[in-house]
């Protein structure tokens, strides 16, 4: 068989080809590639990925978890937005804790990284009260604020998953069983895609959340949220998931009362995971809420 050195032709085509393979476009024009890399802010190294153009979307997911968590909203939002995810501290590929930290301070150190001054901001549970601190400390760079599932004052206990740190100081895997079973907190079984997900993040970051995130201290106000979201001025959206803890959805209630114009939906069949639960519906509502006010 002929070598590809006597093939001159077969050297162009693949090099035409090359560039077609991480292009595509149902319209025609190139499908937006993502940029990810480390931003070194804080004595911490975060995570980024970036895609798309438009106005800047920041998406920060919750507690146990990493940014693969908005795997069904990423490519979609790029399609309207710059969408920024990344791993928070002590997630995914981000440095692990080491001392005393703030994640609005990483969140503000990330976007001067980038160079970015205005952001709609979209946070779920853990992600959320980072996003409505950060628009309490910072509400000269945000234009948005969606919090999913975020219980600012704190979870229910029935979040909780008694036997997790004992099951993981013989197997990862064990913790991970005992997580995947509160019927809050995961997809529920229907789910499968989501589910899958979820384990694997689950077993990806357990260690780290059961035995360092929670031995050190993070820096918030000291105020609980509840008491000072009255301040918020920006458009404001919550999405609950209707199977969230009776607690929570108490919970979003309220915030939506104390939030100045705050909009809220519930998104019937899922839990606290509404993202990865329902992520048409949950896409829909994101969209339309920001598509709103970029005609105002």
Same mark, same amino acid.
């Given at each position: ?5 006597n093939? %001159?032709w077969?050297?162009i ?27 070194e ?5 975060l995570?980024?990925? +970036? ?17 693969r ?9 790029a ?26 301070e ?5 976007? $001067? ?5 205005? +952001? ?8 959320g009260w980072?996003?409505?601190d950060?628009?309490l400390?910072?509400?000269?760079m945000v ?9 600012l ?9 008694p ?23 995961? %997809? ?17 970051n357990?260690? +780290?959340?059961?035995f ?15 008491? $000072? ?10 999405i ?5 803890h %009776? ?14 114009g ?10 606290h ?12 509502? +994101? ?9 105002k």
């Open positions: 068989m002929a070598q590809s050195g093939r %001159p077969l050297k085509w693949l090099l035409l080809l090359i560039p077609l393979l991480f292009e595509t476009s149902s319209n025609g024009s190139p499908q937006n590639a993502v940029t990810a890399g480390i931003a802010v804080n004595e911490t190294k995570y980024y990925e +970036v895609m798309g153009e438009g106005h800047p979307l920041v998406l920060l997911h919750g507690g146990g978890v990493d940014n968590m908005w795997d069904d909203q990423f490519k979609l939002f399609q309207h937005h710059q969408v920024i995810r990344y791993d928070l501290r002590g997630s995914g590929k981000s440095g692990i804790p080491q001392k005393r930290w703030s994640h609005v990483d969140l503000h150190s990330l976007l $001067r990284f980038l160079h970015v001054d205005k +952001v709609y901001v979209l946070g779920l549970s853990r992600g980072i996003s409505a950060f628009t400390a910072y509400p000269e234009d948005a604020l969606i919090l999913a599932s975020s219980n004052d704190g979870p229910p206990a029935a979040y909780a998953s036997g997790a740190r004992a099951a993981a100081r013989e197997d990862i895997s064990l913790a991970v069983d005992v997580f995947m079973e509160n019927p809050y907190l995961i %997809p529920h079984k229907e789910y499968r895609a989501a589910r899958q997900r979820m384990r694997e993040m689950l077993a990806d357990v260690m +780290v959340s059961l360092i995130y929670r031995n050190i201290h993070l820096q918030r106000p000291e105020r609980p949220a509840t008491q $000072r979201i009255s301040a918020i001025r920006v458009p404001t959206l919550i609950a998931g209707g199977q969230d %009776p607690e929570a959805l108490a919970n979003y209630n309220k915030e939506a009362a104390l939030i100045p705050a909009k809220k939906v519930v998104i019937p069949g899922a839990a995971y509404v993202p990865m639960e329902k992520p048409a519906e949950f896409n829909r509502i +994101v969209l339309d809420f920001l598509s709103k006010l970029s005609e």
